[in-house]
């Protein structure tokens, strides 16, 4: 498999699947050559795999009906082969920071190991599996307690090609000490961990609100690519189906308040690897209501079959079934009325952070929370009689979208 693929959305993983391929096999290589003891989480993850019949089969054939042309990485070397070499990769990571790499493999590692056997059949089944995600969610929690560790930091440090503040890095993300709260003079700019900086704050004044006074501009909730707008949304709908169309019943987790929405706007945007990672308010209003969701983590739309952008093209399917963060508000602005914004987890990026609370009066482009370790995929839900006129800054929605600042104008009530 020599062609070249496109960039996932936001460079999560490489244009050439090579480089991928590549990437795997190195990683293979040195946990060959340099095993670690197996971590409580992961022994636990296999005994939970192996104890329950229906898990052990869906694990084992997710790995046997990967088709022969993906099994093979075509450098020589062998790419994952089944469930306990898979548990061997994710056991070597656990305790390491992603570096920085123009690949973008800095995301997603797990993803990647998992990459074709979640455009299986088994996969699909597995990966909705409410024990196996409990467990998965184990396993990320005890990466996410590393990442936010000193010793995760190291991977900050100037290495040319691959510390997140050498030459690299800093091509692709300029001007980082002057938007970003930092000090470039102290170790690792002064970030202790990986996670303090993947959840770095902008300076003040860098990412002002959009016309602050005037409640009818509707400002962008997270620093993102516009992927799709969809009108008319249907209270109840087959969200796996080609073209993914959004069901706000499942959406909404069966919430209460879901019902008004039916007919509404959905707006999905999506956040990349390099972005600012906190939520910030697209109203003025009221916190009616905010909780997380318990949801998947590796699971894919198998209208996607084993296109490896499988993940990030499942985008709208995932809104439906991932991990999330549901907040809804009481817009000042009563032509707006209550709206809801959600916030994906994604694979890896899964820990959705809420920083409001019921009651809690916000202004537009006050912190409503944020994601942890990197970036993910988010919604902005309003009522059908919400009439909008949306600005996409001379941009199309889709998968090749680019960034629109967060506190930035995304829509206005006509």
């Known amino acids: 498999m020599n062609e070249s693929i496109p960039y996932r959305v936001g460079k999560w993983l490489p244009s050439d699947k090579r480089i991928l391929d590549n990437w795997l096999m190195d990683l293979i290589i040195e946990v060959e050559n340099t095993p670690k003891p197996t971590h409580p989480v992961i022994k636990e993850l296999r005994s939970v795999i192996e104890g329950d019949p229906k898990l052990y089969m869906l694990f084992n054939l997710m790995f046997e009906q990967v088709p022969g042309k993906y099994k093979n990485n075509p450098m020589g070397g062998s790419q994952v082969r089944d469930y306990n070499h898979a548990l061997e990769l994710i056991n070597f990571i656990l305790t390491r920071a992603p570096e920085f790499n123009q690949t973008g493999l800095v995301g997603f590692p797990i993803n990647a190991i998992f990459d074709w056997s979640m455009g299986t059949s088994a996969g699909f089944a597995a990966f909705l599996d409410e024990t196996i995600n409990a467990q998965l969610k184990k396993v990320l929690d005890e990466w996410g307690k590393f990442l936010k560790s000193k010793d995760s930091a190291y991977v900050l440090n100037t290495n040319p090609r691959s510390g997140w503040f050498g030459r690299e890095a800093r091509k692709a993300m300029p001007n980082f000490a002057e938007e970003f709260k930092c000090d470039p003079k102290k170790e690792h700019y002064g970030f202790t961990s990986w996670d303090d900086f993947f959840t770095r704050e902008f300076r003040e004044d ?207 009530v006509t």
């Open 206 to 412: 860098v990412r002002p609100v959009s016309v602050p006074t005037d409640d009818s501009v509707i400002v962008n909730a997270c620093e993102s690519a516009p992927y799709k707008k969809r009108e008319n949304v249907s209270l109840i709908n087959k969200f796996w189906a080609k073209g993914q169309p959004y069901s706000l019943r499942h959406l909404l987790n069966n919430d209460p308040l879901g019902a008004i929405f039916d007919g509404g706007t959905v707006y999905q945007a999506f956040l990349s690897a390099l972005s600012y990672h906190r939520w910030h308010s697209p109203v003025s209003g009221v916190i009616k209501k905010a909780y997380l969701v318990e949801g998947s983590y590796y699971s894919e739309t198998p209208t996607e079959g084993f296109d490896p952008s499988g993940p990030n093209r499942s985008q709208g399917y995932i809104a439906e079934v991932a991990t999330r963060a549901l907040i809804f508000i009481e817009a000042d602005n009563p032509k707006i009325g209550l709206m809801c914004f959600v916030a994906i987890g994604m694979a890896e990026v899964s820990t959705c952070d809420i920083t409001v609370y019921e009651g809690q009066s916000v202004t537009k482009g006050d912190q409503l929370g944020m994601f942890h370790f990197g970036g993910s995929t988010h919604c902005l839900i309003f009522q059908p009689h919400v009439k909008l006129e949306f600005d996409f800054h001379g941009q199309t929605p889709g998968l090749h979208a680019e960034n629109i600042k967060v506190n930035a104008q995304i829509a206005r």
